[in-house]
């Protein structure tokens, strides 16, 4: 039943006869998980709560980014640095207090993705990458879960509606991944900051269909918009049993590898030893472990190995630069990459080379 709150918000719905207020009661009832809290996300995340779909589980397991507030307007900057699942979620309460939010702040990955699919009622893909897609589609199979999918590139967008009442899966219509060469450079490509509104629209859109059982979705259909021409097709296409059947359970596990890694900025040691001369130095980072910094490191730099990063990361400055460094530049790299990817950090240069290359180069009393 409907609380007279919920009937005073939701009257525009409750005077339409396809919706009423048994449709509006089945909204109450859903359970959303919307994966990506991004450019897609955002608006997703509005107009479902707006709706009244009663739970929406907010996967995501960056951090808000300066870069984000041009399109993902749940997001201002009071909160940079914070976790988006967290931020949006706070922002979707105060849209409508009337509906419950269950925050995820992290990555959604083969060893939870079943566990969190289970949960929900339909799954709503604001991933902004292959591996993701692929996997979100795989879980849905494996559990018969609705999967409405979109994404953006550029100025170009696109939405479909899989594995709805044995209609046609992301697999039907696109096989297997891109190659990396062929997969857009994910730190390089840009997009029109209106356009994921469009998309995000377009795909609540369809999450109400689905949950209200209303019109015709865009199951076995693929919705494609373009914002320079502002014209927009739909293409068919059909369910290929082969295809659909494939599930967490029978997958190639390489098809949730990351084609698109962070890019990761570097500085040479050279160019390192005159920025530490300077009057404003670089923060130092050291991920070796403790016998290896104890025998010998940079100059005041602090000491987190790479096993401690997620615990001790509330000792980085995020508005100060940081060089990160190991003996060789690979745990450096890597524990750049887990600082963008799980926390935000947009401030990390990797050391070329190195503890070797600082050595090969810097004069013995400097280290």
């Not at 509606?161 to 697999?171: A, C, H, I, W």
């Not at 990396?180 to 269909?209: R, W």
């Not at 670089?282 to 790479?306: M, Q, T």
């Amino acid at each position: 039943m409907l609380t007279p709150d919920e009937r005073q918000r939701y009257q525009r719905h409750l005077q339409l006869p396809e919706i009423g207020e048994a449709g509006q009661v089945k909204l109450k009832a859903a359970r959303v998980l919307v994966v990506g809290a991004g450019g897609l996300g955002c608006p997703v995340l509005q107009y479902l709560a707006a709706a009244g779909v009663g739970t929406l589980g907010i996967a995501d397991g960056d951090r808000v980014e300066t870069s984000n507030l041009q399109r993902q307007i749940l997001f201002g900057p009071a909160d940079l640095g914070r976790s988006k699942a967290e931020a949006a979620a706070q922002a979707v309460v105060r849209l409508n207090p009337l509906v419950t939010c269950e925050i995820i702040p992290r990555r959604v990955d083969r060893a939870t993705v079943r566990e969190l699919v289970a949960q929900y009622d339909v799954v709503v893909d604001g991933s902004d990458n292959f591996p993701t897609r692929y996997l979100l589609n795989d879980a849905c199979v494996s559990l018969g879960k609705p999967l409405v999918s979109g994404a953006i590139y550029k100025f170009e967008g696109q939405v479909s509606v899989f594995n709805y009442q044995g209609g046609p899966t992301y697999r039907c219509l696109f096989p297997q991944p891109p190659s990396a060469a062929e997969a857009p450079n994910c730190a390089a490509t840009g997009v029109l900051g209106v356009l994921p509104g469009l998309v995000g629209c377009a795909q609540a859109t369809e999450t109400l269909k689905v949950l209200l059982g209303l019109g015709e979705t865009l199951s076995g259909r693929l919705w494609l918009f373009d914002a320079l021409s502002f014209q927009t097709r739909t293409l068919r296409f059909a369910r290929q049993p082969e295809r659909a059947s494939i599930n967490l359970d029978t997958a190639d596990a390489a098809d949730y590898a990351e084609l698109c890694q962070p890019v990761l900025a570097s500085i040479e040691p050279a160019e390192l030893g005159r920025l530490l001369d300077s009057e404003g130095p670089p923060f130092l980072l050291d991920v070796r472990e403790l016998e290896e910094y104890a025998g010998g490191h940079l100059p005041n730099a602090a000491h987190i190995p790479l096993g401690s990063l997620s615990q001790r990361v509330a000792e980085l400055p995020r508005h100060h630069p940081i060089v990160v460094y190991c003996r060789s530049g690979r745990r450096s790299a890597s524990a750049i990459t887990q600082l963008q990817q799980e926390f935000g950090f947009d401030n990390l240069t990797n050391l070329t080379g190195g503890m070797q290359g600082w050595e090969s180069v810097a004069a013995p009393e400097e280290q």
